[in-house]
């Protein structure tokens, strides 16, 4: 395989950054993975980090070098996430089990497959256009659905913020399953936060695409875009997006290139905790309680990786 990647996620104006984003892959397979802890529910950090890492070491584990079927992997990978964090919250007694959004995707023999959960997205871009997007899990996007407001009203209608459907929730979440998707040289994969796609049109991300096909230099743009126009209002944003290379496409310095390695090896960057300045803000974790949370998510996540 070759590809480009860009990660970055952002605090924005808030006081911690609940979102977490982590990129995985071996000679054969690729998964990106974008969770946004719900600020609403205690700890939802812990939730995005519970996701995030649950979902990067059941790659590990079973990507040696290629998944059987990315599909099912996906679907076992974030319902055990979300069992992991109800057990999480179960282990610490919390009267408010965290909660997280998610959204992940595996590229396997030039094909793209992926889920999600609640509204952060996926868009996979072709020649200065959205070719599929992912639909959001929230009570704007019924009215979307039901003709009652237009998609451009999304980002700014005031129930933006209302998701049915995550992990950690009461319930097992429904994940949606997207069908196989070829990709062309130069088509590019963005999963991100609704702080990224709500101050960005998909118009505005696909012109600046088109002008500046380098993600290393495109993507920053865009997160300095939707950071400048959210302002004091904004959100953490985080973004990790994959421009696919075919075999007999221009290899940039910054691409990547699978072919020297070997059948075990995996190569990952996970953003984990970032740990606040004291004192803690009201209902965040502090620095020793962090620590103490990440040995206890791995516990969480050893019980459901059986």
Excluded at 47 to 75: K, S, Y
Excluded at 106 to 113: E, F, M, S, W
């Amino acid at each position: 395989m070759r590809f480009s990647i860009y990660q970055e996620s952002r605090q924005g104006p808030r006081k911690m950054n609940q979102d977490r984003i982590a990129h995985v892959y071996t000679r054969d397979a690729l998964a990106l993975i974008v969770a946004d802890g719900m600020g609403g529910h205690l700890h939802g950090e812990v939730a995005a980090q519970i996701a995030t890492q649950f979902i990067v070491e059941a790659f590990q584990r079973e990507a040696q070098p290629r998944l059987d079927d990315p599909f099912r992997f996906l679907l076992g990978a974030i319902t055990n996430a979300h069992h992991s964090i109800i057990d999480y919250a179960n282990q610490r007694n919390l009267l408010e089990t965290p909660r997280t959004t998610c959204v992940a995707c595996v590229v396997q023999d030039g094909i793209a497959h992926w889920a999600h959960v609640g509204d952060s997205r996926l868009y996979h871009i072709r020649e200065g256009r959205v070719e599929n997007q992912t639909k959001d899990h929230s009570r704007v996007q019924i009215l979307v659905d039901a003709g009652r407001i237009r998609e451009e009203a999304v980002a700014v209608h005031p129930d933006r913020n209302k998701i049915f459907n995550c992990l950690g929730q009461m319930s097992v979440p429904k994940v949606d399953l997207s069908r196989r998707v070829g990709l062309n040289h130069g088509d590019t994969l963005i999963l991100c936060t609704d702080g990224f796609w709500g101050a960005l049109s998909s118009k505005l991300i696909c012109e600046e695409l088109l002008r500046t096909p380098d993600l290393a230099t495109a993507m920053p743009k865009l997160m300095d875009m939707a950071e400048g126009r959210a302002g004091r209002d904004g959100d953490n944003l985080s973004v990790v997006a994959m421009g696919w290379i075919d075999q007999l496409g221009e290899v940039s310095p910054t691409s990547i290139s699978t072919v020297a390695m070997s059948d075990r090896e995996y190569k990952s960057t996970v953003q984990h905790f970032q740990k606040t300045a004291p004192p803690a803000a009201p209902g965040y974790l502090t620095d020793d309680e962090i620590e103490r949370a990440i040995e206890e998510i791995r516990l969480a996540i050893k019980k459901n990786s059986k």
